[in-house]
């Protein structure tokens, strides 16, 4: 039976045909021996057909599917095209071999073409990678490597690839953070009281509270320097009238030694950088919550933010928890308990982390075990509910925590809670209702924006139509001017035309005038003439 073999590299599908196998008998050893020599590998294997990807792109969505047993179309396509083709209903006369068994048994249920995977197989896919740029003779020296250095990259980025809002890295982080800082705020804030208490030994019996305690120390400083003035900035810091007439009264009677300046300088640093710790541990504790209700909502309602994150962080991510069953998850925390417990075969632990819930305090002595295995079922199902759910709602913690409130009161005072169905189909609608809220606020919001575009448009619109219809009024106007200036000026010609006509029609007149006066007076001369003859 002939033995094809089928390698995926970052460069593309190939396939190659070992002959000789009968010769050998599918001696391992003798594969092995004959790997490192590629002439006598090459007449053992051949290749028999290589297509390459196309892009980039391809090649990462080919691995991706590679890598999770799954036949794409392409590899079919590459399969059904170079293998032998088999005729219905007659057995293949040959096989394929395939590194993955995961992949040969995707491959043999689509296609019928029986697979095998072995050392055998994988001693001649191991010579193949070898020499595989001795085979492909169209591939440059260095191209296979950049191939698959690209690839590689590609690969995991697109593994390690996840929504930023859910990563369970940072409540991890946060959750070992926040212990680290109560130990070293507790063993700091204890330094602060020893240091001081030299000073001020009576300070520590008035005020129990460590910040308080380092508020107190940085303020009072020299203790001598307290007087009746500083009762009302005390108060301020204390919270409490009485307590600070008792600081000043101490001081005044204090047994304490005096420090010097430098010493107090010292005192005082100490206490601001403790107070400091206490104020960031603080931010730290709302940035967990915010975390966790990005993360783990359901979960945080039902136990609060600081065992949750335990719980997460214990398992190693939100996924193992979800895959932990509720009897692991009743005891994760008491690991060493429970196997000391097997060892010596005794009773093995009731709880783990979930005992810091306020359920169990609350739970009388004899249900503690009962109240643990009901909450570890309930934190099981929340966070189920976180890991797999793809939008985030706090509606079925919210339901759990009632159910493990009505568990508490049923063994206490034995009212019956409710059923499991029911108060699933209640969270449900619950959910329902929040989710249809959300798209309407949603589309609320969509609206108004396009609301507001379009009136800006408009706006935009009834900017650009007045300006234009100013332009025209402006045109019209000048328009008007000119037409006026014209209409002036031909004014102003037709008079001073008349004004000419006129002038020269006196002038006329006046020329006739003198005419006829001389001509009168020559009339006049003849006829004196005549008289006189």
Not at 20 to 26: A, L
Not at 151 to 176: E, T
Not at 430 to 449: G, L, Q, R
Not at 468 to 473: P, Q, V, Y
């Amino acid at each position: 039976m002939a033995l094809f073999l089928l390698h995926e590299t970052a460069a593309g599908y190939a396939l190659f045909e070992a002959h000789g196998i009968d010769e050998i008998g599918q001696n391992t050893e003798a594969v092995r021996n004959s790997v490192s020599d590629l002439t006598r590998f090459g007449k053992v294997v051949k290749l028999r057909s290589f297509n390459p990807f196309t892009s980039a792109l391809e090649g990462l969505e080919q691995i991706n599917a590679v890598s999770e047993g799954i036949m794409t179309d392409e590899l079919r396509t590459v399969l059904e095209t170079s293998l032998p083709k088999v005729k219905e209903g007659k057995k293949p006369k040959f096989s394929l071999g395939v590194a993955e068994s995961k992949i040969g048994s995707h491959i043999q249920e689509a296609t019928k073409i029986p697979c095998q995977s072995n050392e055998f197989v994988n001693e001649l896919i191991r010579g193949v990678r070898l020499h595989f740029d001795k085979f492909v003779g169209d591939l440059k020296p260095g191209d296979l490597e950049k191939a698959q250095l690209g690839l590689c990259h590609s690969y995991s980025r697109a593994k390690v690839k996840f929504n930023v809002n859910r990563v369970d890295n940072m409540v991890i982080q946060a959750i070992f953070l926040l212990d680290t800082l109560d130990k070293d705020i507790n063993s700091f804030a204890m330094r602060v009281r020893e240091w001081y208490s030299w000073h001020f030994p009576e300070l520590v019996k008035i005020v129990n509270d460590n910040y308080l305690y380092c508020k107190v120390a940085k303020y009072v400083e020299d203790k001598s320097k307290l007087a009746e003035d500083n009762i009302e900035a005390l108060t301020d810091l204390v919270g409490d009238e009485d307590k600070a007439k008792e600081i000043v009264e101490a001081a005044k009677a204090s047994m304490g030694q005096e420090l010097s300046p430098v010493d107090l300088i010292n005192v005082h640093q100490f206490a601001q950088r403790v107070m400091d710790l206490s104020d960031y541990r603080r931010r730290l504790s709302d940035y967990l919550s915010t975390k966790m209700n990005d993360i783990a909502p359901n979960l945080q309602s039902l136990v609060g933010d600081s065992v949750g994150a335990r719980l997460i962080s214990h398992a190693g991510s939100l996924t193992n928890l979800a895959k932990c069953p509720s009897s692991t998850l009743q005891i994760l925390g008491a690991e060493k308990a429970l196997f000391r417990a097997l060892k010596t075969r005794g009773n093995t632990p009731k709880y783990g982390l979930i005992f810091h819930s306020s359920f169990i305090g609350r739970a009388s002595a004899k249900n503690k075990g009962r109240m643990a295995r009901y909450l570890a079922n309930k934190c099981s199902i929340a966070s189920r509910i976180d890991c797999f759910s793809e939008k985030g709602t706090s509606a079925f913690g919210e339901k759990l925590r009632e159910q493990v409130e009505e568990r508490l009161d049923f063994y206490d005072k034995g009212v019956a809670p409710r059923k499991n169905i029911d108060v699933m189909k209640s969270a449900i609608e619950v959910a329902d209702n929040i989710e249809m809220e959300t798209e309407e606020v949603s589309a609320k919001k969509t609206k108004k924006k396009k609301q507001k575009a379009a009136a800006d448009e408009g706006e935009d619109v009834a900017v650009e139509k007045a300006a234009a219809d100013k332009g025209e009024d402006v045109a019209v106007e000048k328009a008007a001017e000119i037409t006026n200036g014209d209409k002036s000026e031909k004014k102003k010609k037709k008079k001073e035309k008349r004004k000419l006509d006129q002038d020269a029609d006196v002038q006329d007149q006046v020329v006739d005038e003198a005419a006829n006066g001389e001509s009168g007076k020559k009339k006049k001369k003849k006829s004196k003439r005549k008289d006189v003859d």
